[in-house]
């Protein structure tokens, strides 16, 4: 049933295209630990309360966490669809401000190695909702898996998140390093998260871009610095986010001017413009993903 769905190429494309422009980002990091579901989920969180419609896909197929986080109950989810059990509309659960999110499967293993058939299925399932988009904001899971990459090469924007971690710095590069050499995905915008200061975040940049400016034809923008802010730990233990429960904190305020900066960043005019993107650039056969060494 699943599989038949698949590849009914053409009705799914046409049904998409119909759909107006939606920005779609990809928040990932090279690995875990780094606050990329925090980021994703403020980002998603502070533009919905502008008035845009948003949607949050949890990405993160093996452990996902996104409804926790904010303190929702999901009935079903991602192996639910994929299983034939259900429509995509069926497992959307509705956050504040009218924000949409789509639960992924937590501690099924199955979820976590997908098929590239499987892959396209599932974003093929978006041609199905009833719901124009402003912005879909996709939150991967940590590391350079298969269905990060996906993810990452089929969004118009991919933001990685890194910290001031010396690991954080070497997987982030590895990641970039993958998606432009294997995908060609030549733009990433960089946040620097649980920073101490503004000149830590920069100086953070700073030792990313030296390395990918001398190996890698890539183009790396920082597009916010997250500042350390004990009010994020807080809110996690309410089950809220940061922007809802303590809108005036350092944290907060700088992530709001991330999501009010991400909402100019350009929809490209492009078949790329659109959500079936995600089912052309996945459905193309990918390279095997492989360990990369930091630099050349």
Request: aromatic content about 6%.
């Amino acid at each position: 049933m699943i599989e038949s769905r698949m590849y009914d190429q053409a009705s799914g494309l046409r049904r998409m295209t119909q759909l107006t422009s939606t920005k779609v980002i990809t928040v990932t990091g090279g690995k875990g630990g780094v606050g990329k579901t925090n980021v994703t989920l403020n980002m998603a969180m502070s533009m919905a309360r502008q008035g845009k419609r948003v949607m949050v896909l949890d990405a993160d197929l093996g452990l996902a966490n996104v409804d926790v986080m904010l303190g929702l109950r999901a009935g079903r989810n991602l192996s639910h669809v994929l299983a034939g059990i259900c429509e995509l509309e069926d497992i959307i659960i509705e956050g504040p401000y009218g924000l949409k999110i789509i639960p992924a499967a937590s501690g099924t293993q199955n979820m976590a190695e997908l098929t590239p058939a499987q892959h396209a299925g599932l974003i093929r399932a978006f041609g199905n909702l009833q719901d124009d988009l402003d912005f879909l904001l996709v939150d991967t899971a940590a590391g350079i898996s298969d269905m990060v990459l996906s993810f990452a090469r089929a969004a118009q924007d991919v933001l990685v998140v890194v910290c001031d971690e010396p690991t954080s710095i070497t997987d982030a590069y590895a990641l970039i390093k993958i998606l432009s050499r294997e995908y060609d995905v030549q733009r990433f915008k960089i946040v620097a998260n649980m920073v101490r200061s503004y000149r830590e975040g920069r100086e953070l940049f700073t030792k990313l871009t030296r390395v990918t400016e001398r190996f890698l034809d890539a183009n790396l923008e920082l597009v916010a610095c997250i500042p350390l802010d004990d009010s994020v730990r807080q809110a996690v233990k309410r089950q809220k986010i940061v922007v809802e429960a303590f809108p005036r904190s350092p944290a907060a305020l700088a992530l709001n001017s991330l999501s009010t900066k991400a909402m100019t960043w350009p929809i490209p005019h492009n078949p790329g413009g659109h959500l079936e993107f995600f089912v052309e650039r996945l459905l193309v056969k990918r390279p095997q993903a492989m360990e990369v060494p930091y630099g050349e």
